[in-house]
């Protein structure tokens, strides 16, 4: 066994996880918990940011962020059932790494925006098109029915599909390769590499 996970990693991936789940379950009251989840996730993304490009090995962006040929390669292997075992993150968990915090960044945003549509007008260069739409006041208290409102309940239902995806993708992975990816992101170590693994 060897230590892929650091802590800093190990810490974030549970926390971004448990703020995603407090937003989502206090989604309906869009009260002082919701919101401040949200603040929580931004200062989690942040932190990770700077991580993925000063933290250990396994952290950085540079070791597993690849471009799509190496993604739709990978998969076009997984699904004929000969993928290699990854240490680090396979290129479709970078994949799904990278569309996580993304979308997690765009549902804060847009949530953050949604409680007082005139911060609209501090964003840069806002299209004119897409500016005034949506700064529109909403039908309901924190931007509730406005297209900021709709926009971030769009996104929160997108991450959590890709939440949906990124576990089965981990059960998959665990099953073909015979190691528990879930509790390696919990004591950060996992098997060592052996011939065709990719370290």
Same mark, same amino acid.
């Given at each position: 066994?060897? @230590?892929?996970?650091?802590? /800093?990693?190990?810490?974030? +991936?549970?926390?971004?996880?448990?703020?995603?789940?407090?937003?989502?379950? !206090?989604?309906?009251?869009?009260?002082?918990?919701?919101?401040?989840?949200?603040?929580?996730?931004?200062?989690? *993304?942040?932190?990770?940011?700077?991580?993925?490009?000063?933290?250990?090995?396994?952290?950085?962006?540079?070791?597993?962020?690849? /471009?799509?040929?190496?993604? *739709?390669?990978?998969? @076009?292997?997984?699904?004929?059932?000969?993928?290699?075992?990854?240490?680090? +993150?396979?290129?479709? /968990?970078?994949?799904?790494?990278?569309?996580?915090? *993304?979308? !997690?960044?765009?549902?804060?945003?847009?949530?953050?925006?949604?409680?007082?549509?005139?911060?609209?007008?501090?964003?840069?260069?806002?299209?004119?098109?897409?500016?005034?739409?949506?700064?529109?006041?909403?039908?309901?208290?924190?931007?509730?029915?406005?297209?900021?409102?709709?926009? +971030? &309940?769009?996104?929160?239902?997108? !991450?959590?599909?890709?939440?949906?995806?990124?576990?089965? &993708?981990?059960?998959?992975?665990?099953?073909? +390769?015979?190691?528990?990816?879930?509790?390696?992101?919990?004591?950060?170590? @996992?098997?060592?590499?052996?011939?065709?693994?990719?370290?």
């Amino acid at each position: 066994m060897i @230590k892929v996970w650091d802590l /800093g990693l190990r810490v974030f +991936h549970w926390s971004l996880l448990a703020t995603f789940a407090v937003a989502w379950l !206090m989604s309906d009251d869009a009260g002082a918990v919701h919101a401040w989840s949200g603040y929580v996730a931004a200062g989690l *993304i942040a932190l990770r940011l700077v991580w993925g490009v000063i933290g250990p090995r396994y952290a950085r962006f540079s070791q597993f962020v690849t /471009g799509p040929a190496a993604v *739709i390669d990978y998969l @076009k292997a997984a699904l004929a059932g000969r993928e290699p075992r990854y240490v680090g +993150h396979n290129p479709a /968990g970078a994949a799904m790494i990278v569309a996580l915090l *993304i979308t !997690m960044s765009a549902t804060v945003l847009s949530g953050w925006l949604a409680l007082e549509p005139s911060r609209v007008a501090m964003l840069p260069a806002v299209p004119a098109v897409v500016g005034p739409a949506f700064a529109e006041d909403g039908e309901g208290e924190d931007g509730e029915g406005s297209m900021l409102g709709e926009l +971030h &309940g769009a996104l929160a239902n997108l !991450m959590l599909l890709l939440v949906v995806l990124h576990v089965g &993708g981990v059960v998959l992975a665990s099953r073909r +390769h015979q190691e528990n990816l879930a509790a390696a992101m919990i004591t950060g170590v @996992k098997r060592a590499p052996a011939e065709g693994d990719i370290a």
